[in-house]
T-cell receptor, first 112, second 115 residues
């Protein structure tokens, strides 16, 4: 019930392309869904987050799409750049508990 | 820079030993979370403190303990260390544990190597 499943495990995209990472959750009590970006040797950095009352949130080149009925959410990175090459984690929290349950991560490589 | 600080950055110790990891949350944040990141287990929640009191426990071993002090910094104590405890340990802070702002900001982590 606490799992968050993330796919794909790794992703290679050409510069200027769209990167798409998907996550699915089981616990319907989750009410906060953030995405984190992590570079090697660094801590996870909050990228963008969504609450289930909206189906989409956009911040610059990053968009979260949320499908409450399917219990799925995804991160879209438009115009992907080599500097976006990092590991991306989806997460979820809720049910009176704010600790984050993380997906397994996606290693994104943007080729120039 | 998230505003969360962690020391030390690296720690190398032997099996059976005890270590203490330190975290200072962002200014004004009352809640501190500890997470462990390992290759096989991914990022896992260990324990949360809010304004000095334990608020939630995750997959924290009995050999591990934590506390949050009046100045809101937190320490994670790991004892009787085993090889499998080698991992990155992150601290995150947030303004409120429930309601309001849910954002958690992570520190740079402490890399623990047990030999």
């Amino acid at each position: 019930q606490q799992q968050v499943k993330q796919s794909p495990q790794s992703l290679i995209v050409q510069k200027g392309g769209i990167s798409i990472i998907n996550c699915a959750y089981e616990n319907t009590a989750f009410d906060y869904f953030p995405w984190y970006q992590q570079f090697p040797g660094k801590g996870p950095a909050l990228l963008i987050a969504i609450r289930p009352d909206v189906s989409e949130k956009k911040e610059g080149r990053f968009t979260i799409s949320f499908n409450k009925s399917a219990k799925q959410f995804s991160l879209h990175i438009m115009d992907s750049q080599p500097g976006d090459s990092a590991t991306y984690f989806c997460a979820a929290s809720g049910a009176g508990r704010r600790a984050l349950t993380f997906g397994s991560g996606t290693r994104l490589q943007v080729q120039p | 820079d998230s505003g969360v600080t962690q020391t030390p950055k690296h720690l190398i110790t032997a099996t059976g030993q005890r270590v203490t990891l330190r975290c200072s949350p962002r200014s004004g944040d009352l809640s501190v979370y500890w997470y462990q990141q390992s290759l096989d287990q991914g990022l896992q929640f260990l324990i949360q403190y809010y304004n000095g009191e334990e608020r939630a426990k995750g997959n924290i071993l009995e050999r591990f303990s934590a506390q949050q002090f009046p100045d809101l910094h937190s320490e994670l104590n790991l004892s009787s260390l085993e090889l499998g405890d080698s991992a990155l340990y992150f601290c995150a802070s947030s303004a409120h544990p429930t309601g309001g702002s849910y954002e958690q900001y992570f520190g740079p982590g402490t890399r623990l190597t047990v030999t």
